[in-house]
């Protein structure tokens, strides 16, 4: 089973990612391709960079270049036994459709409100998070974009097979993406 994570910034992507990386699912972050090819050019890991970096690798390679560097790590793995598979930070269709040549991969929206994501994106204190809901909404722009080469965060929304609303405590998340997973 592969279960991709999609959805805006702070609604509980990587909190989902890693409850079901506890429960033996083997953990992937496009975010962590991004950051890996980061370093490899001596760029800083920020925000804007990501999204340039991210940008310009799909217009070089396709957009579905980081997901096929992770299709490669789990067919490593597939051949080591593994099976469970979660995949976080989806940020473009053509990463979708790359993932979709699994069989058994399954698109999972992770959907809170813009008030609350905010809330939460200040709680965590990451380095270029908005400081301000202003902020935090042009943010989002930025990572919605028609471009088929950068993020568009709306359109793998609307292509999630299931959507996880998390508007509550983490425990009900985890009850959620527990039901999306076959039950634990």
């Known amino acids: 089973m592969i279960i991709g994570l999609t959805g805006k910034n702070a609604a509980g992507k990587g909190e989902a990612a890693a409850h079901l990386g506890r429960r033996g699912f083997s953990l992937f972050s496009l975010s962590d391709e991004l950051r890996e090819e980061a370093t490899r050019q001596g760029l800083p890991h920020g925000r804007e960079t990501m999204i340039r970096l991210g940008t310009q690798l799909r217009s070089k390679h396709g957009a579905g270049y980081l997901a ?87 359109a793998c929304l609307s292509m999630a097979q299931k959507k996880v609303e998390n508007n509550g405590t983490l425990d009900e998340l985890y009850k959620k993406m527990d039901k999306v997973a076959g039950g634990f």
Request: a positive charge; glycine letters at 8%; proline letters at 2%.
């Open 68 to 154: 096929s560097k992770i299709n490669e790590k789990i067919m490593a793995l597939r051949k080591q036994g593994k099976s469970d598979f979660v995949i976080d930070s989806i940020r473009s269709p053509g990463e979708v459709k790359e993932l979709q040549k699994n069989k058994d991969f399954t698109l999972v929206g992770i959907e809170a409100n813009p008030e609350l994501r905010f809330e939460r994106m200040k709680k965590r204190g990451r380095g270029g998070d908005a400081s301000t809901f202003e902020e935090f909404n042009s943010h989002e722009q930025k990572e919605n974009t028609s471009n088929a080469s950068g993020q568009q965060l709306d």
